[in-house]
């Protein structure tokens, strides 16, 4: 979809809301955004870090007061008060020697008995970090209760440098933590030297996020541009507001353009919603859906910073077929309220309204239909001269003074203009052809006006590639549009178009230019969960994502009551959808158990969980069944009904050291899962010799279970193994150590198996829609990138580390859809609409260089400090994926290899420059 950023501003200050983070920490690196959180006065139940300065060492023994050590034994480390000569006395915490694997491994600055802190309350957690020869890349924070070993609120992580950083955090405390209770701790997980200074935390009075983009009252007229559609459908998205999943939001405008019908100027949109065709929202997790969306809402891009309280008026004309077709004019306030007002529709041009008042510093506006409260059939409305603004304060008591009208429609400004593509998510797949796209250019004045300004185009560098000044002549009262063909022909990658009108407002287009990967073909990529929307299994087909990892086919779902015959209909909605669209599915079984058949006391399981329903019945699936027989047949019949469709199940997900299956804080243990895994492993094969089992622990390589795994000959029960992953911002370079030791290990038995990371979460977004930025959970935001190019590059630079260690596939994490106007940062590739990331055009370039196979021949060892890895593809070609380490060096290109950059684009000149951003040899 269309940015039209500089119609929107971007506050310098932070407004931070309490209403919908409750529970999580946030991460801001620099402070060079300030930040609108004053220091709470005498917060009560607050008692501040203890020599956060590390200047205080009175007993003379070297280690700074208050502080200390934590860890396994088999971790070297040592803790000291340091002089560093920029900063002072500072705290140096050396790790000489790591053991892995275990809960405790660890190198960890801590302080009990110190912290306290009070449920509810907003805490700011500053310090300042740096780092040398730091294997593990980052550093994690956190504040425990100790007694219950619980999180107080605080959980996040960093990546210190070679130089000094400021890292600031906010929390809210989930608990009334005594100091005695506490532990604030600083840890990593590797050999290497973290030094700290100026740690501490701070009440604060409150806290509200950021929204963006914003789109501010220009003073006068109507807050929304192109109001009347007369520039097409730019800065528009439609939003459904009852969508059961979490991961299904609609995520593509609906409607189009219409040009017969007009209330203002030559143009409407046009929005059709029919109760026998509606759009379905499927997901795949815990209570699958496929859910007919009965009201789609098209809304402005951006939200209008309000005063709350404040009244305002949203209005437009509007006309349907059938007369009578149920509409909404609704108001979404950020992490707050809907508002909306039902209207109805009519043969002729009718004006619609509602007045409200602002509940939340942020909202935005929009209108629809909406079937949900009647059985009309549905139909078409169209939507024109959409109008919002401030309701004008009251003339005053003079006696005749006029009232102060709101004008009937007014545009935003008399000229406007934008650009567009007409490409789903602006991805082009002819680079012969290049990128094409119009400008469209409307004068709502009663003078002709001449549109002049500047089109441009950057690539993922952000280097400008291509220019163009443009001038526009634009009659009164109408509109004009301009085509651009053949831009850039034959240059792959990632681009954003930009429009720069002189003297007005501008936008910024995101697009790209792929080779689409083969239809049919095999591939090593794929998603953990399917997309909710077609076009996007298509969009993602063509960057090679064409293995999809499912979640539905549940046993509860299939057989929910003991002895009932099995039934398939709800995973055949997930799963046949996928088939359908040629997709290749890996059928995960994530759950041991249905609800009648575990072997726990559920009661057990209810007060384990206090009480909430569906972390109880989710949990009362994760325990072993009663009779592994009945297991079984579940297992048979889920293979025998998928037979000749599915190649792949996958048993179980991250069994053992998380609540999903066999959790071990119910006394489950490895062999559990190998008993399962055997049982499993037997059943399929029973019905399909040919059916790949893949199981394992779905964890790091080095975790204490993986290795449980492996030791204790579960790799037998499987035809592949299974690990996840969601690494640090540090460099991917930091894990090479862990894989390869993990494939050594396999290979040492003598069962080497193809390994699937059937999870894998790398995250940024350039235009976040929510400051300060997170991807998602903590697990995901931990694994977010400072730039959407570092994700492009950790993307390959994984691919590389992971295939050099057996690893076959790569699923990222996940296929999921943001709503309208939030982040949808965590489907990794896709912003509203289908919109590219960076991190979408290097995958094509990988997948499409890498192919479905490959085999790792070795690694270059020189020149030191350059990372080179050699795969032989399956059509017979060597391709070397590197790069550097850090800074830069020039290489020259071997006789007979072609090199090619990030974005697969042929690079020319006589010697290769080698830096952190990947590069390709092809020979």
């Not at 300030?34 to 300065?53: D, I, K, M, R, Y």
């Amino acid at each position: 979809m269309n940015r039209m950023k500089s119609v929107f501003t971007r506050w310098s200050v932070l407004c931070l809301s309490v209403s919908g983070i409750i529970g999580c920490g946030v991460w801001v690196k620099t402070i060079s955004t300030v930040l609108a959180a004053e220091a709470a006065p005498q917060a009560p139940g607050f008692q501040a870090v203890f020599n956060g300065s590390f200047d205080q060492d009175r007993d003379g023994d070297g280690v700074p007061d208050g502080w200390a050590t934590a860890g396994r034994r088999g971790v070297v480390q040592k803790l000291t008060q340091f002089t560093d000569p920029q900063r002072g006395k500072v705290a140096r915490l050396q790790c000489t020697q790591f053991e892995s694997g275990f809960p405790d491994s660890h190198a960890m600055l801590a302080q009990y008995d110190r912290v306290a802190v009070q449920r509810g309350q907003w805490y700011q957690v500053r310090l300042w970090a740096r780092a040398e020869n730091f294997e593990a890349g980052a550093v994690s924070i956190s504040l425990v209760n100790r007694r219950q070993w619980a999180s107080a609120g605080l959980e996040e992580s960093f990546c210190p440098t070679e130089r000094w950083e400021e890292f600031t955090f906010f929390f809210q405390a989930r608990q009334n933590l005594r100091a005695e209770d506490g532990r604030l701790q600083i840890w990593f997980t590797g050999v290497g030297t973290l030094y700290l200074d100026d740690v501490e935390i701070t009440p604060i009075k409150e806290f509200r996020l950021q929204r963006q983009p914003l789109l501010s009252w220009p003073g006068q007229g109507n807050i929304i541009p192109n109001s009347s559609f007369e520039c097409g459908g730019a800065g528009w998205g439609c939003f459904a507001p009852d969508v059961p999943s979490w991961g299904g939001a609609l995520f593509q405008r609906l409607g189009q353009l219409d040009s017969s019908q007009a209330h203002h100027g030559q143009h409407s949109w046009r929005l059709e919603l029919r109760r026998e065709g509606l759009p379905v929202s499927y997901f795949d997790y815990f209570d699958p859906s496929a859910a007919g969306l009965q009201c789609v809402v098209l809304a402005h891009e951006g939200w209008v910073p309000a005063e709350v309280g404040k009244k305002y008026v949203l209005s437009a004309y509007v006309r349907s077929d059938p007369p009578d077709l149920p509409g909404l004019l609704l108001i979404r306030h950020a992490d707050g309220p809907m508002v909306s007002q039902p209207f109805t529709g009519a043969e002729k041009w009718t004006k619609v309204e509602h007045t409200f008042t602002a509940q939340r510093p942020f909202f935005w506006a929009g209108l629809g239909i909406d079937l949900r409260r009647s059985q009309h059939p549905g139909g078409r409305l169209w939507i024109d001269a959409v109008q919002l603004r401030p309701v004008p304060a009251p003339a005053g008591p003079s006696p005749g003074q006029p009232e102060t009208k709101i004008a009937d429609h007014q545009p935003r400004h008399p000229v406007e203009s934008t650009v567009e593509t007409d490409r789903a998510g602006n991805i082009f797949t002819d680079p012969a052809a290049g990128l094409a796209f119009r400008l469209r250019g409307y004068n709502a004045g009663p003078q002709p006006a001449l549109l002049r300004g500047q089109l441009s185009i950057t690539d993922y560098l952000d280097q400008p590639v291509w220019q163009q000044p443009v001038e526009l002549s634009l009659p009164a009262g109408q509109s004009v549009q301009k085509d651009f063909t053949g831009v850039l022909p034959g240059r792959l990658g990632f681009f954003r178009i930009r429009w720069k009108p002189d003297n007005a407002e501008g936008q910024s287009l995101r697009a790209a230019v792929i080779q689409p990967y083969p239809a049919g073909q095999d591939s090593a990529f794929g998603m953990n969960h399917a997309f909710s929307w077609e076009f996007l299994l298509h969009l993602g087909h063509q960057a090679g994502l064409c293995w999809w990892r499912d979640w539905s086919c549940q046993w509860r779902l299939v057989q929910p009551a003991a002895g009932a015959p099995f039934d398939f209909s709800i995973p055949d909605g997930q799963i046949l959808r996928v088939l359908r669209a040629g997709g290749q599915v890996l059928v995960l079984l994530p759950f041991p158990t249905a609800p009648w058949a575990t072997d726990v006391d559920p009661e057990k399981v209810r007060a384990h969980t206090q009480g909430q329903d569906y972390l109880f019945r989710r949990t009362l699936t994760a325990m072993k069944p009663r009779r592994m027989d009945l297991f079984s047949e579940y297992v048979r019949q889920t293979v025998r009904h998928y037979q000749g469709r599915i190649t792949a199940i996958e048993i179980l997900n991250e069994p053992l050291y998380t609540i999903y299956a066999l959790p071990q804080s119910f006394g489950y243990g490895t062999a559990d899962y190998i008993e399962m895994l055997r049982t499993a492993y037997q059943a399929a094969k029973s019905v399909n010799p040919n059916c790949l089992v893949v199981g394992g622990i779905g964890a790091w390589p080095d975790s204490r279970f993986v290795r449980e795994f492996i030791e204790q000959d579960g790799l037998r029960w499987c035809d592949v193994m299974d690990l996840h992953m969601y690494p640090h911002a540090g460099a991917p370079d930091a894990y090479e150590k862990a894989y390869w030791e993990c494939w050594q290990r396999m290979q040492a038995r003598q069962q080497a198996k193809p390994i699937w990371m059937t999870e894998l979460g790398i995250y940024a977004d350039d235009d976040p829609a929510v400051l300060p930025f997170r991807a998602g959970d903590a697990a995901m935001s931990r694994s977010q990138r400072p730039d959407e190019l570092r994700a492009a590059a950790d993307l390959v630079k994984f691919a590389a580390v992971l295939g050099s260690a057996g690893v076959q596939k790569i699923f990222y994490h996940a296929g999921i859809c943001g709503a309208w106007n939030e982040s949808s940062a965590g489907n990794v590739f896709f912003e509203y609409g289908g919109a590219p990331r960076k991190m979408y055009a290097a995958q094509a370039a990988l997948a499409r260089l890498l192919g479905p196979q490959f085999t790792f021949l070795g690694k270059w060892t020189e020149p030191a400090g350059l990372q080179a890895f050699r795969f032989r593809t399956g059509d017979g070609k060597e391709l070397v994926i590197l790069w550097r380490r850090t800074g830069q060096i020039e290489l020259p290109i071997p006789a007979g290899y072609q090199a090619l950059d990030l974005m697969g684009n042929p690079m020319v000149q006589p010697a290769l420059r080698v830096g952190t951003i990947p590069v390709y040899l092809v020979k």
